[in-house]
């Protein structure tokens, strides 16, 4: 069932253990402080307010969704990812934040089907999604966005830079070191094979670029076409 399995290790789920010890931070990429904030003053510069709809698109354990849970107004935070177990350690997460009042709404799925929460959104976000997916998953993903979004909705999305497409050497990404690579996670990509996608899947995008990610990933943005 899952498209990821083989991709990436996102798809293994983590036991009791591992979430009650809180590896669920080290496991979406640790800096759970620092990325948690970077993306949520990034979502407040880019206009998100309390009375907005925001979809957190592999939201993981809620790194960042803590921020938007306690910002939005309540039931106003949507939040989907593949994997079960980071969705259960969110949970503990916003009931030890004493979040629950907002009830946030969570839930599982592999194949990028917002359409099941059955709702238009003002804004979608994706913090170290592409970063983890080849092209045809991200137009998968891209082609679900157009139909969810708002007709003035933004969706935000961060990837690893490449200087040309189809760049078949690894590129260390500084800051952070990470290491890159052509045809297997953590991917990169160049901004003309991000922008072709987009097109193919019905988006306009737009090069945000630097937003001083601590790792080096650049944020692109994509909206409905007029």
Same mark, same amino acid.
């Given at each position: ?32 402080? !620092?990325?948690?904030?970077?993306? =949520? @003053? #990034? +979502?407040?510069?880019?206009? &998100?307010?309390?009375?907005?709809? $925001? ?59 917002? !359409?099941?929460?059955?709702?238009? =959104? @003002? #804004? +979608?976000?994706?913090?170290? &999604?592409?970063?983890?997916?080849? $092209? ?91």
């Amino acid at each position: 069932m899952h498209n990821m399995k083989g991709i990436n290790s996102y798809y293994r789920e983590l036991t009791e253990d591992d979430i009650n010890n809180r590896a669920h931070r080290a496991f979406v990429g640790g800096m759970w402080e !620092e990325i948690g904030k970077l993306q =949520f @003053d #990034f +979502m407040l510069k880019s206009g &998100l307010q309390p009375e907005h709809k $925001l979809l957190d698109l592999g939201c993981g354990c809620l790194r960042g969704g803590l921020h938007f849970i306690n910002y939005l107004e309540e039931q106003h935070y949507y939040g989907l990812d593949i994997n079960n177990s980071l969705i259960n350690a969110g949970k503990i997460e916003i009931q030890e934040a004493g979040l629950t009042h907002k009830s946030p709404n969570l839930l599982v799925d592999d194949s990028f089907l917002i !359409e099941r929460f059955g709702q238009k =959104f @003002d #804004f +979608m976000i994706s913090i170290s &999604l592409f970063t983890h997916l080849p $092209l045809e998953l991200i137009h998968k993903c891209l082609s679900e966005v157009r139909k969810n979004l708002k007709p003035d909705g933004i969706y935000y999305a961060t990837f690893f830079l490449a200087p040309a497409s189809s760049h078949t050497e690894d590129i260390r990404q500084e800051p952070g070191g990470i290491v890159t690579k052509y045809n297997s996670d953590p991917f990169h990509y160049s901004v003309d094979e991000i922008a072709s996608v987009a097109e193919s899947a019905g988006l306009n995008f737009t090069m945000y670029g630097d937003w001083q990610h601590p790792r080096n990933q650049k944020m692109a943005s994509f909206r409905l076409r007029n």
